[in-house]
């Protein structure tokens, strides 16, 4: 894969840049800016190097057309506080606006142009529709930059076919996640161990399935441990259960036994009267969930036994929350796992979008986890083994 230094020179020329500054707003208010502070090196490298930087994006869900609550704009102030230096606005994709805003950018200028869904063509399921649009956007630039991590298994204009209309390199952002995934599937230090939680067996069968193959152990907890529990034989009671899927899993634990890989699934669990933070709440043994209650937390034994099997290990990829944590009382499963990787001398690898909410709302350091994925959908598809196009055309 071709790198920015490969680019040669970029002073005076224009880059186009493909970021993902994809931010929850509260109104105009961002309440989360990580994917903004993650875009900023390779935006400020380039800046730096001279060229005239041409930053597309996307922002929530329009269908196409603009959309005021989905604007830019707010992004473009945080953009241009954490630069450091005033940050021109485009207020269309391709159109007037954006040509006006380009051909006026000083070397070492950085504009954003407006949310790049805002025009059908980028999403668009037809390729000539969508190498269309790609011209227009490839003859605002000279060279184009993909930095947008999260939407790198995207076949879309401003991700894949601009990429094959001008010389392009991969950005620091999706090298560096590109590299932590090679350290997740090929270039693994052993022992390893992957923790799967979150909500629904279903999201994660893909990689379950692949990772079956290349990890030692399997931890398992969340929602989707329920599941699992069922395919033993186990009471699951009100819990989240996907019973359609109980013989998929049956046929995992099946495999596991098979490949020698070990799978660990919860010993107790929490589990409530109701899905609410005042309901009442105990700890069962796993095997013991009470029919009129729902498993909404793995239990203090549990949370020991997972950082047992976690102390002596060499990489950790943790995707999935191992309860409720936006609840306190069904939090602290989750606490004593992120607390573990910690504890562990592992290479640890955080993904998923309410993984990494969870460890910055329970008030953990970024910083102690080895890397906090940035791109929940791009980093899963990669680990099912599928090809991701927004990888497969920068290194062609
Ligand atoms: P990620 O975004 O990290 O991949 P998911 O989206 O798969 O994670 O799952 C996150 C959600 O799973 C959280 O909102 C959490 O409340 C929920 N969850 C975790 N454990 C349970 C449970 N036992 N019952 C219901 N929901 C759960
Ligand atoms: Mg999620």
């Given amino acids: 894969?071709?790198?920015?230094?490969?680019?040669?020179?970029?002073?005076?020329?224009?880059?186009?840049?493909?970021?993902?500054?994809?931010?929850?707003?509260?109104?105009?208010?961002?309440?989360?800016?990580?994917?903004?502070?993650?875009?900023?090196?390779?935006?400020?490298?380039?800046?730096?190097?001279?060229?005239?930087?041409?930053?597309?994006?996307?922002?929530?869900?329009?269908?196409?057309?603009?959309e005021e609550k989905y604007s830019l704009r707010p992004v473009v102030t945080r953009m241009s506080q954490l630069l450091g230096r005033d940050v021109a606005f485009a207020t269309d994709t391709v159109g007037d606006s954006a040509r006006a805003v380009v051909a006026g950018l000083a070397d070492g200028d950085v504009a954003i142009l407006e949310n790049i869904r805002f025009n059908a063509g980028e999403t668009s399921k037809d390729d000539a529709v969508r190498g269309a649009f790609a011209d227009q956007l490839a003859a605002l630039a000279d060279v184009f930059v993909s930095d947008g991590f999260g939407v790198v298994h995207r076949k879309q204009a401003s991700v894949y076919d601009v990429a094959q209309r001008l010389p392009h390199a991969a950005g620091g952002l999706v090298l560096t996640e590109v590299e932590v995934l090679k350290k997740l599937t090929v270039d693994v230090q052993r022992p390893y161990a992957v923790v799967l939680g979150g909500s629904k067996v279903s999201d994660k069968l893909g990689v379950i399935d692949n990772l079956l193959g290349k990890a030692d152990r399997i931890l398992i907890g969340g929602g989707m441990v329920f599941t699992f529990l069922a395919a033993q034989g186990y009471e699951v009671g009100k819990s989240l259960l996907e019973a359609d899927q109980i013989d998929v899993v049956k046929g995992y634990l099946t495999r596991a036994v098979e490949l020698g890989v070990e799978v660990v699934l919860p010993v107790d669990v929490v589990a409530a009267t109701a899905f609410s933070a005042e309901a009442e709440h105990a700890v069962y043994a796993a095997d013991a969930i009470p029919a009129d209650r729902l498993g909404l937390d793995i239990g203090p034994k549990s949370a020991n036994l997972f950082a047992e099997k976690l102390a002596d290990t060499k990489t950790v990829f943790w995707n999935g929350p191992m309860g409720v944590f936006e609840l306190e009382p069904y939090s602290h499963g989750t606490r004593a796992l992120a607390q573990a990787l910690i504890d562990s001398k592992a290479f640890t690898v955080v993904g998923g979008g309410d993984s990494a909410a969870a460890v910055r709302l329970l008030g953990f350091d970024e910083a102690a986890f080895g890397h906090i994925s940035t791109g929940g959908g791009a980093s899963l598809e990669y680990l099912e083994g599928k090809t991701l196009p927004g990888i497969a055309v920068l290194e062609s």
Avoid: C, Y
């Fill in 1 to 66: 894969m071709k790198t920015i230094d490969d680019l040669g020179d970029l002073r005076g020329k224009r880059v186009l840049v493909r970021s993902d500054l994809n931010v929850p707003l509260d109104g105009t208010t961002i309440t989360d800016d990580g994917r903004i502070r993650a875009s900023v090196p390779t935006i400020k490298r380039l800046a730096d190097a001279g060229a005239k930087v041409v930053v597309v994006a996307h922002l929530g869900r329009p269908k196409g057309a603009p």
